[in-house]
């Protein structure tokens, strides 16, 4: 049974990048036809796709966030990691991961304040 797990800052300055890993547990993130994708929710609101990274290393990115996000792979450690540059409060969110968007991570609250 895979597992995925957020770790990260809870609490980020704007201006500065909001660095997230999520390391996966059960399987490894280079087999399989699997996509590993990045989704938050703002307060209040739905479910925002942020990217994704498949098992082949290649990556997709929102359209609305592509200027300031990278997603990348530590294959090394079973880990994919995500990092939003120049944030905003608008990016306060609980960010999760996801495999497939079958298997999640439990999630992490992310506050952007100075």
């Known amino acids: 049974q895979v597992q995925l797990q957020e770790s990260g800052p809870g609490l980020v300055k704007p201006s500065q990048t909001l660095s997230l890993t999520c390391t996966v547990s059960?399987?490894?993130?280079?087999?399989?036809?699997?996509?590993w994708t990045w989704i938050r929710q703002p307060p209040g609101k739905g479910l925002e796709w942020i990217g994704t990274?498949?098992?082949?290393?290649?990556?997709y990115y929102s359209p609305s966030l592509k200027s300031r996000t990278s997603i990348s792979r530590d294959t090394s450690k079973n880990q994919f990691t995500l990092r939003l540059n120049s944030v905003t409060p608008e990016d306060t969110a609980v960010y999760y991961c996801?495999?497939?968007?079958?298997?999640w991570g439990q999630g992490t609250q992310v506050t952007v304040s100075s």
């Open positions: 996801t495999r497939n968007l079958e298997n």
């Open positions: 059960g399987g490894a993130i280079t087999t399989g036809h699997y996509y």
């Open positions: 990274v498949t098992y082949s290393d290649s990556t």
